[in-house]
């Protein structure tokens, strides 16, 4: 069985978006994730502030990161993003997804995007179907 890191390490290889990003993995454990990135010029909207798929981005590569992690193929289902606050160019964010509910099938995260100073930016649930092919790393 291959550990998370080696799991997450073959995703996220694979990712164009979300190197893109500028994604720096900060934990790779079972069920849970930890992903930063800085918020850049052209992820602004009209508005000068973060477009809204940019938090979405990196919450569902967190959940994607966190539902993988046990060694079985996982996709996404559900998910759905409250976006609490605000975000301008330049500022750093951190991603963390925890598992809240586990079965053979069904997996349930909640992601909690933070500002720099700790406050919460986005609030991000999503539910995965669990396949029942493993990762082959």
Partial sequence: MPTPTQVVDQ??????FSQWLGIERLVDEAGRSVLQMTIRPEMLNGFDIAHGAITYALADSALAFAANSHGRQAVSIETSISHTQSLKAGERIIATAEEEHLTHRVGIYRVLIKNESGA?????????????KDWEV
């Fill in 11 to 16: 995703m996220y290889h694979n990712d164009a």
């Fill in 120 to 132: 919460t930016v986005a609030i991000f649930k999503g539910t995965v179907y669990r396949t029942s």
